[in-house]
């Protein structure tokens, strides 16, 4: 990370923050390999918090003058009319993923909007803040075709598909995640959008021990899969993806749709694809959601895979 490469990333995010987005995006995102020298950094626009993600190691020169840097932004014309008032840099390479507050008074919980939704996120103590801003459209895309729906939300985290069915109209979703935390936040994230929680199931327990709850409310229109790439003693992609396809053809309508995900950027499409054909041929393959525009990537089967299948 060369004085050219802070040089680019100053220049790249003086233009995002002109002007700055109405809701939250990602401002710049490194990982994607776009940008030679800058593949550990990610910046996102949490509505006047900047949120600055290093991924590697660098040297203790480099880390000072990344920070000089960021400050200098906040001292720019473009910072001072976007209305932001705080930075956070958090290391994600280190135990913990540290956060440091270089500018502003630290907020624990933040509340931020996408689409006309909210959500709280948590600032400087966990490694994930609670919304994954990659999988925008897939959201987008459950808030527009919920309507009257028995929804299921696999992998559940804070219920951010949760809280995009009920407002697209979803006559009920079933929550699972194994993390009791992450589902109470995904209660705060109904409250916050004003849901009706009767029309909301929250099961917090183990998928793979936990079928015969999962099966208690279905029959299911649409099924949400999007799991970590990988969760030491719960979760192992390779080995735990075709066993929760094996389970959607007793767990579906006729006609219901499917929406499996994948972040892992070693592997790439064709794996949901032929494990889908393998465990549930009853599913057809329907199309890949698109990826938004700020998260590009040079290698687009690593970006990230949400794959549509229907029930024939």
Known sequence: MTPAHLATLQQHLLSA??????????????????WPGLEQITVDWLQGVLLVA???????????????MLLELTRSPQWQTSQAHSLLLQLRYLPQSPSRW???????????????????????????????????YGR???????????VLNLFAYTCGFSVAALAGGASQVVNLDMASAALSRGRDNHRLNQH?????????????KSWGKV????????????????QRGSFVLSKDYPKVLKRLPQLLNPGGSV???????EVGPEYLRQSMAQEAPQLQFSERLANPPEFPDNQTDSALKALLFTHT
């Not at 909007?113 to 999988?135: I, P, T």
């Not at 987008?140 to 028995?150: E, I, M, T």
């Not at 009706?196 to 793979?208: A, I, K, M, N, S």
Request: aromatic fraction near 10%; charge should be neutral; glycine fraction near 6%.
């Open 54 to 68: 290093l991924f590697k190691p660098v040297s203790d020169e480099q880390l000072h003058a990344l920070e000089q």
């Open 215 to 230: 099966a208690k409310y279905a029959p299911y229109d649409l099924i949400i899969i999007d799991p970590p790439s990988f």
């Open 196 to 208: 009706d929680l009767r029309q909301v199931v929250f099961l917090g327990h183990d998928l793979f």
């Open 17 to 34: 923050l002109n002007p700055a987005p109405r809701e939250t995006r990602r401002l710049f995102h490194g990982r994607g390999r776009c």
């Open 140 to 150: 987008q895309w459950v808030q527009a075709n919920a309507q009257g729906k028995r």
């Open 102 to 136: 270089l500018l502003g008074e630290p907020q624990q919980q933040w509340q931020i909007s996408e689409h006309g939704l909210h959500y709280l996120l948590d600032l400087g103590h966990k490694q994930n803040n609670g919304l994954f801003l990659d999988m925008r």
């Open 259 to 265: 929406l499996a995900c994948c972040n892992d950027p």
